[in-house]
């Protein structure tokens, strides 16, 4: 019902004649799909460098507040993002997201421990042997060193998520069980 009503409201109010798959409607695109043969909903790169952008700006380094208070932020907007857009395509998209948003959490976190030493002990306490945590706790940059795999086997997606971050596929999964 909520499709047809969608679709109805689509093609009452496109005043142009051109094609569907380049028409944007209250954020969304369109696109064919061969197989069901009929036209999907998608995000488009506007609407998701939107979101990334908003992400960029809860996790920014400069932002000196509580690592919690931050992951309580992010959770909003990917809840408010995935609650809109959860009647689209939209798992990869969210897949996406959350290796972008772990990426920028982690460089936040890494930012926190400050000095080479405290990162040191901080590896050590999370599980990591004392040669890779030395090799990680060096002099690079954040972005260098939370891509390696010491720095994302220490803070992994497991204890992201009981550090309150909130996983935007899982999120989508349940949105999408409570509508259905």
Known sequence: MFWRMLFMYFFIIKKYNDSTTKAK????????????????MKVPKKSLDKVKKKVRKLTSRKWSVSNSYKAKKIAEVVRGWI??????SILTVSRKLDTVIRYRFRMCIWKHWKNPKTRYK?????????????????????ARVCRTKTVCYAMSNARLKKFGLLSAEEYLCKARCQVN
Not at 32 to 39: G, L, S
Not at 83 to 88: A, D, E, M, S
């Open 25 to 40: 409607y209250l954020g969304f695109a369109f696109y064919y799909q061969f197989q069901e043969k009929k036209y999907r």
């Open 83 to 88: 609650n809109y857009f959860k009647i689209g």
């Open 122 to 142: 901080n590896l050590v306490k999370l599980g990591i042997s004392k040669k890779n945590a030395k090799c990680a706790a060096g002099f690079h940059g954040y």
